[in-house]
């Protein structure tokens, strides 16, 4: 469905499951049809099982030793930040109204039911008075906060899962298929992916006892991915060829004492308090549609409004073209690249990179400004490109000229932008290995 709402952010990824044993062709084989089959008329492409000499072909570094053949699936890739801004966009073409760097300080009742919040402008300090019908509470690993500020007895709801990815160079992946290990020590798959002409390998899935806006990897985490990397890769990867390493956090709904959180479930769920606060948390990028839509169905009977039918599984995301995009970097603005283009052509200028080692032009940095909310060098380089992501050190060295551009944009001066660097340098030494 987002694979036909979003071509130019969602794309058709081939899988390879490397098998080392006998067993494992057909025991995958005929997972994988089960998988097809599920899968439907929406599947992207039906599974096989692949000869020794094709896996090689596909993934031709993976680990050879005791190999015997793979299997191979196909499942969509998109960017999560980029596919966020979209969706944004997405709403304020229909007529709502979006706002940065607000947050939610206080609930507002009447006769006990909500109607309304207090806020803050994080950039000015000015506080805001928002008067509404409901209020959904969708706020990840926080809505514990949200849900207690309305009823302070409420037990926590969500146990924190802290994944990790480090990112390698293209050398260790160089063709276009993905290695997919359906099962590591911890019960989580492991993969090496590419992505944006690097290679994401991950993930962990650690329960932690506490939740942050800047998770860090642990170093046991570190140490997990780089053993399995070797364990997979036919190069083995050191920490000197490790460009970035990143953490998030997966919001489960408790069951049991949540230890294992590998075992939880990722489905969603939705509560609606006394007061009518709605609180949606668990779920995933790729059931995000489906949870906004059953969030909506309450919204509407919380508020008193008119039901209506939700169009969203036909509905384009912003910047939706069929049109090819030559540029690789341009790709995911789609429809908006031809803008940039017009910036470019405009002011010269404009084309120089932010960096040497990655394609990314100072044109972007003008547009996220402008129209995409933009309004720190974080939020350019980690959120609007994914350079930090990518690349760490490179990321550090782009601050100062990311920082230059946004404050002619934002109309700031000089001691914002010193700020600015300073502040990103210190988040960004937290992404080196």
Known sequence: MLYANAPHLVHNMAFVIPNYSWWEGPFYGIGMKVY?????????????VLSKTETLELIPTVEQDNLVGGVIYHDGQFDDARLAISLARTAADLGAVVVNYVRAVGLIKEKGILCGLEAEDVESGRPLTIRAKCIINATGVFVDEIRQQDE????????ASQGIHIVLSKEF???????????????????????HEHVVVGTTDTPVPYHTLEPRALEEEKQFIMAHAAQYLSKDPTPA????????????????DGTNTAALSRDHTILVSESGLITVTGGKWTTYRKMAQDVIDQAEIIADVENRPCTTPQLPIHGWTSAAIPEPHLQVYGADAAAIRQLLSENPSLQERLSPMLPYQSAEVVWHARHEMARTVEDVLSRRTRILLLNARASIEAAPKVAHLLARELGHDAHWEMEQVAAYRKLAEGYLF
């Not at 060829?241 to 049991?256: N, T, W, Y």
Request: without cysteine; hydrophobic residues 50%.
């Open 173 to 195: 992946l160089p063709g276009a298929a993905a290695i997919l290990i359906p099962k590591t020590a911890d019960g989580r798959v492991l993969f090496a992916v590419p992505w």
């Open 36 to 48: 097809d089959r599920m899968a439907g008329k929406l599947g992207l492409s039906p599974s096989r």
């Open 152 to 159: 302070p007895a409420s037990p926590s709801l969500v146990t």
């Open 241 to 256: 060829d490790v460009l970035s390493v990143f953490a998030g956090l997966r919001p489960l709904v408790k069951q049991g």
